[in-house]
């Protein structure tokens, strides 16, 4: 039977893992709602207190940004929503990249033991 030098730290990070890149990606998610929620309220045409109506709220599985009743649409399903999604546009790409980066880090943090 062969031995294997450092499985057994090996597997303990490989354990570890898990834990570190969903604590990671979570931390990321939010700063990425908070920034949501702010774009949107520089590009809301309302006054304040409809922007003030832009809440960010922490749930289980990440963090639900309710832009508020002028975000509804009346008719349909569909809708321009003149301030959600120029906002969601312009910070799809920068989320995407905050969460690979987060995934990343947690990954390197694990492995070289900081």
Do not use: C, W
Not at 60 to 74: E, I, P, Q, R, S
């Amino acid at each position: 039977m062969k031995y294997v030098r450092g499985a057994d730290k090996l597997g303990a990070r490989l354990r570890r893992m898990p834990r570190e890149v969903q604590r990671e990606v979570d931390a990321a998610n939010a700063k990425s709602a908070q920034e949501l929620a702010r774009i949107a309220r520089v590009l809301h045409p309302g006054k304040g207190e409809h922007k003030a109506d832009i809440t960010v709220t922490p749930q289980d599985d990440g963090h639900l940004v309710d832009f508020g009743a002028k975000a509804k649409v009346t008719e349909g399903d569909r809708g321009p929503r003149a301030f959600v999604n120029p906002a969601l546009k312009v910070s799809r790409k920068r989320h995407r990249n905050r969460a690979k980066r987060a995934m990343k880090k947690a990954v390197a943090r694990v492995f070289t033991g900081g």
